[in-house]
């Protein structure tokens, strides 16, 4: 038996392209046994958690993963939805619209798919269905508009795990960042500027990026910078001034520094300086998931109000809106091999 698989396929009509689509993953069922299965997976990659290896598995085993699967399956619980997983459910549909369009103008030379990177549809999967569908091009976009190592990455390193047991590497294209596209700009400001034509102009709209260790960025992790390139587009666009927004990093994980200022702390500190009307917005969230329906709006709501707050809006992410999936679709489609 060798050790590099292949595809034996006699079909004339091959599609020449495969396109994934992937996200993060979310555990299978919003329980402890299903959340302790997707937290072991997430957090023993060495892209994500950087404590010496030896160390970090006996504290993982030892401590996190008897006390957090059945904290965090209480907060999935608070989000679940008839379909499944947000996350999950909004990536799939994602991915049915990007295909819709790309049936338009490639027809059946090209699949399109979609994968998570913990937990299941898994990458390794999705692209064994590529190599059996016969195709000899393969585009990855990770779904994540700012590139960082725990995330992108960590795609990265997946996406090759599987492919280099392939007998017959296939041309790859891997979209590494799309933090400063025009077309995402516009697309996170129109959302603002519907936000704001429906409910007012708040007194701050607060950009609250998912967090990362503050050691990664001081090691090379350009994830700071391109949050930062994001905002500066993102509040250029939409013509505010310095005053009128504060970017922000949330969901902090551990004991160790991450990226500050943190959402948490600046929400609780900005009522007493005259900000009692807030938007938020999380830019580095392509779909809705754990980290913003439930800690944006239920967590960071509730400490905003407690501390003299009085009317907090969450804006949602821009999950299949149309201006999205058409530039997800367009940041492809330059990759796409006609037959
Ligand atoms: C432990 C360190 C973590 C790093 C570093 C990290 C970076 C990072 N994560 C995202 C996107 C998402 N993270 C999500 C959930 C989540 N993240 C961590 C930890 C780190 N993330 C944990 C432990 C969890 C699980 C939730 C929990 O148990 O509390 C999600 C949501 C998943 C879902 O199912 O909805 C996303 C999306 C980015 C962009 C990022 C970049 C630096
Ligand atoms: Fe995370
Ligand atoms: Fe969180």
Redesign the pocket.
Known sequence: MSRFTGAISNSQQKPRTGVLLT????PDEPTAGALRRY?AE??SDPR??EIPRLVWLIILHGIILRV?PAK?AK?YKSIWTEQG???VVITQKQKDRVAAQLAGQYGDDVLVDFAMRYGNPSIASRLQKFQQAGVDNIVVLPL?PQY?G??TGSTFDAVTKEVKRWRWIPSLHFLSSYHDNPKYIDALASTVREHIAAHGKPDKLVLSF????KLFQQWGDP?YDFCAKTTQLLVENLDLAQEDYVMTFQ?R??KAEWLQPYTDATLEALPAKGNKHIAIISP??SAD???TLEELESENREIFMEAGGEKYHYIKALNDRDDHVTMLTELVSPFIIKR
Do not use: D, I, K, W
């Open positions: 996200n993060l993953g979310s937290l997430f957090l994500v958690v957090r965090s907060l997983a947000p996350l994540y960082a725990p995330t998912h967090g990362m260790p994830y969901s994980f551990g580095a969230f998931c754990l980290e």
